[in-house]
């Protein structure tokens, strides 16, 4: 590998594929140490994956064999760890528009390309405003229920038609303020994202629970993008809290907020998140 321009700028690999993303090394750094610190106020970083593990093996069984078996009673328990659709989703909770969503995300499940069957899922639902977190609810199935096969694909992540998301707080360049990243939004993108991201993590002494690691690096950016905005978020999706490790913590549905049908809201939190809220779902739908 040839040198490279600016050392600051981090590329993890000698074999380029096709997508090609330039990601700043500095900012990496930054937001895995703050982090690492930030975590041992909530438990240590070992009960957060620990939790993030869990989270998983619940979304595999209630999603396995084309979400046959699953249940509006479980989906609403499911959605306390998906806070972009929690608050928006009432309207499926039960009834026809249940079977109808369930039907899709049967469909969203099966096998094909996978871009393709996110595109399906979003056109199974009205193309409004309202429904912009449908995508964000296929890419939770996907990435929460088969975490080795796709990556972490939420709008917050990446934006393309909003130019925003992690890629852009982490994106190599000396004016990203002022500029629009030409990265498609998109499978192969997400996938090249997660490489590097892990690729970084490995080079800095991570060995375990790396997709872990790099869902929660990618939370601690979007998370420190949050909370220098201020009030416009505080005041939108997330509760006042002015400590940002809770934004981490919420943008991976580890802040325990229970969902509830037609009134799908969030619950104020005046101390840390307490992660038994998760040991008790996984009680409740019979995985503990």
Request: a negative charge; aromatic letters at 10%.
């Amino acid at each position: 590998m040839g040198a490279r321009a600016n050392p600051s700028a981090y590329y993890p690999g000698e074999i380029d594929l096709a997508v090609r993303l330039d990601l700043d090394g500095e900012r990496l750094g930054q937001a895995l140490s703050g982090m690492l610190a930030s975590a041992e106020a909530h438990g240590g970083i070992e009960k957060i994956v620990e939790a993030l593990n869990l989270k998983t093996e619940l979304f595999a069984d209630a999603f396995a064999d084309g979400a046959k078996d699953l249940t509006p009673e479980n989906f609403l328990k499911l959605l306390m760890f998906m806070p972009t659709v929690r608050r928006r989703v009432g309207d499926y909770l039960e009834g026809a528009n249940f079977l109808h969503m369930k039907q899709a995300i049967g469909e969203l499940l099966a096998e094909g390309d996978t871009d393709e069957r996110i595109a399906r899922f979003t056109a199974a639902f009205p193309a409004s405003k309202r429904h912009r977190w449908v995508r964000d609810l296929a890419c939770e199935i996907l990435h929460n229920s088969r975490r080795e096969l796709y990556p972490l694909m939420t709008r917050w992540v990446w934006d393309h038609k909003a130019n925003s998301g992690v890629l852009r707080e982490i994106w190599f360049a000396d004016d990203v303020d002022n500029m629009l990243i030409d990265v498609a939004d998109n499978y192969a993108t997400f996938l090249k994202l997660r490489e590097e991201l892990a690729g970084y993590l490995t080079d800095n002494g991570v060995f375990r629970d790396v997709p872990c690691y790099v869902d929660l690096v990618c939370a601690q950016v979007y998370a420190g993008y949050i909370a220098s905005q201020g009030g416009a978020f505080l005041k939108a999706d997330f509760a006042s809290e002015q400590d940002s490790f809770l934004f981490v913590l919420r943008l991976l549905g580890l802040d325990g907020v229970q969902a509830k049908a037609a009134d799908v809201s969030a619950r104020e939190d005046d101390d840390a998140i307490d992660l038994s809220d998760i040991m008790t779902t996984s009680r409740l739908m019979g995985n503990a």
